[in-house]
RNA sequence: GCGCCCGUAGCUCAACUGGACAGAGCAUCGGCCUUCUAAGCCGGCGGUUGAAGGUUCGAGUCCUUCCGGGCGCGCCA
């Protein structure tokens, strides 16, 4: 149920009665706390179109607002603004069915992210891309939007000639395939400096590019391993990214001489230089020159606008998405803007509303792109293995009494999670710094502090030997802190619809870490266990635990009992 | 040179897309553990939102100019 959606209905109808038909309500939730839990800010916009007092009309709104059974108070404050104070039987209600509204409705999206380039193992600057798609692809799973998951994998370009031709060389059983970055590393250095390997991989190449079967086979055996590397990280990461939401480049090659084509008979392509390119005139670079969108090299050679455009045409077309989501670096936001340009000329996007949302990069403590340690390299791999051994120098300090497998467990969740939530907590499309110590320090909006709440709530449940899943019904809310945790539990929906909206996570990490902040609270002041009013408190117990635990996970990060 | 993004407390970040007195955490100072995990809670200190104009009943948010930082601008992706 979505509370935000209701109470602006509400009052939009009191509106029009108001003889304000058009004007929206502008509800949100109330910016202090003597303003009650929502506010509307409608009033005023629309009083003065009307020629009309905001008080007066604001008045009228909540004289005529069918809010019974919902607020508790309403009343006009300030200038003109409307104050909403939530019913608790309300929320308690809201609290007891707890289910989430399919705000979806079984729209189709497509979400993009991830994308490695096979031709090395993951980075760590492929991180973002990874974990804010997959808590974006959650999120739209979650509120019944048919999501449709696309690794748009690098398996195609002229650098898997040399690779291939090293692959070769050295046989395809070879040791050295279980560390691909110094294949990369010898592979790229031997094209380098030995000419006769160099003419050997553009041979490759060209082999690749004619469907040379064997050629082929090698080249798939390369990508295999590669794609298996990569699955180990979405294993450790615990990302639902598995091989059948793999479609790589190499899967439109077939599509390119078409788009070609069709490019052309659509008017769209002219010849500069040998190269086929689109002229879009929006599109103006040095000298006031239009940028060109090269689709086919001079050489016959496809880039990756043409990729992305066979891409556009199966996400809209064959899979017939309403919307694709981009989840890309920022550094691609005029590749995007010209891809989606031209997508439309040629009517690829079949109305489908292609969106680019970008992010920056992780920078270290130094301001500088993120390094791993020693320089030791940007290997993903390493990076979560450092996470882990962070977590787990912590938890042991905290906890020692776990034994070695729960600690192996909450090590990975602490570990994992607070890397993840670093990430998605962080609103900006620009950069933002990554720091190992304040992340680890485990205090403030961190994943910790949520994962703690969490564990905290089990181990009143255990102490006292409370079934969870038993407790049912109707909680009564009486505190003041009891009121204001439910009213944060009642809304998780508008969050999630906010998430799907903006394509910004880190709108759910504020919400949980208000939620694990109100939980904070109420269990300071309410005692539970010894209380007469126990089986209320419990069940605010249950429904927060379950809200955190579905929230972190998300987010894709894990709960634990203990820690 | 042109274009895009960014600039908020000493530091790291919010501010629900134009609403009330700009909020958190860290750091710092102080209070709370014989009672449900102190990885917690409560309080103090800390701001001319880079600068100057403009629009608006109302601007961190929109517009203009300037300053500072990042990134991108034809055959890599």
């Keep these: 149920m979505n509370l935000r959606t209701l109470l602006g209905e509400r009052l939009q109808a009191a509106l029009r009665d108001a003889g304000a038909a058009d004007a929206p309500p502008i509800v949100g939730p109330a910016t202090r706390p003597e303003f009650g839990d929502y506010q509307a800010n409608g009033a005023l916009a629309a009083a ?20 019974s059974g919902i607020a508790a108070r309403s ?27 399919p705000a979806g409705n079984g729209e189709r999206v497509v979400v993009d992210y991830s994308h490695p380039n096979l031709a090395k193992e993951m980075q760590v600057h492929h991180l973002r891309s990874t974990i804010i798609g997959d808590a974006v692809a959650r999120v739209l799973d979650a509120l019944g939007y048919d999501v449709l998951r696309q690794n748009h994998v690098g398996d195609w370009g002229t650098g898997f000639g040399r690779l291939v031709a090293h692959l070769n060389d050295i046989g395809e059983d070879s040791e050295a395939l279980g560390d691909l970055e110094r294949f990369y590393t010898e592979a790229s250095e031997r094209f380098a400096n030995d000419a006769a390997f160099a003419d050997r991989a553009r041979q490759v190449v060209v082999d690749l590019q004619g469907g040379d079967p064997a050629t082929l086979e090698r080249w798939q055996r390369y990508i295999d391993i590669s794609m298996s590397h990569c699955q180990a990280v979405y294993d450790r990461l615990g990302v639902g990214l598995n091989p059948e939401h793999v479609r790589g480049e190499s899967a439109y090659n077939d599509d390119l001489d078409g788009i070609v084509e069709d490019l052309q008979a659509k008017g769209l392509l002219s010849e500069s230089d040998g190269a086929l390119c689109a002229f879009l005139p929006e599109f103006k670079g040095k000298d006031g020159k239009i940028v060109p969108i090269i689709v086919r090299k001079s050489d016959g050679g496809y880039l990756y606008h043409s990729t992305d455009l066979a891409a556009v045409r199966y996400r809209t077309g064959t899979l017939r998405a309403k919307r694709v989501l981009y989840v890309v670096d920022a550094r691609q936001s005029l590749h995007f803007k010209q891809l989606f340009a031209l997508a439309k000329r040629a009517a690829y996007d079949a109305g489908a509303s292609l969106e680019h949302h970008p992010f920056g990069m992780m920078l270290g403590n130094d301001g500088r792109p993120f390094k791993t340690r020693e320089g030791s ?8 293995d ?9 938890v042991e300090a905290k906890n020692p009494e776990l034994d070695a ?20 907590s962080k609103n900006r499309t620009g950069d933002y710094v990554f720091d190992w110590d304040a992340m680890m320090s485990f205090e403030g909006n961190t994943a910790p502090y949520l994962q703690y709440a969490y564990a905290r709530i089990q181990s009143l449940f255990q102490r006292g030997q409370v079934d969870a899943a038993a407790l049912t019904g109707k909680p009564t809310i009486r505190a003041a802190e009891e009121h204001a945790l439910a009213l944060q539990i009642a809304r998780f929906q508008e969050t999630l619809e906010q998430v799907a909206t903006t394509v910004m996570p880190h709108h759910l990490c504020t919400y949980l870490y208000d939620l694990a902040a109100a939980f904070m609270r109420f269990y300071e002041r309410c005692p539970v266990l010894d209380s007469e009013f126990r089986d209320d408190r419990l069940l605010l117990c249950r429904h ?3 809200t955190l635990s579905r929230g972190l996970n998300l987010l894709g990060i894990e709960t634990v009992d203990r820690m």
């Design 48 to 67: 003065k179109r009307l020629g009309m007092k905001p008080r007066d009309l604001a008045a009228q709104v909540v004289e005529a607002a069918d809010l």
């Design 75 to 101: 009343e006009v404050t300030g200038p003109g603004f409307i104050s909403l104070t939530i019913d608790d039987d309300f929320l308690s209600e809201a609290l007891a069915d707890g289910r989430l509204e």
């Design 377 to 384: 390299g940007t290997r993903l791999l390493d990076f979560l």
């Design 386 to 394: 450092e996470a882990t051994v962070r977590a787990r120098r912590l």
């Design 405 to 424: 497998k729960e600690m192996d467990r909450v090590a990975r969740a602490v570990g994992i999670g607070a890397v993840k939530y670093a990430d998605l």
């Design 544 to 546: 927060t635990a379950a």
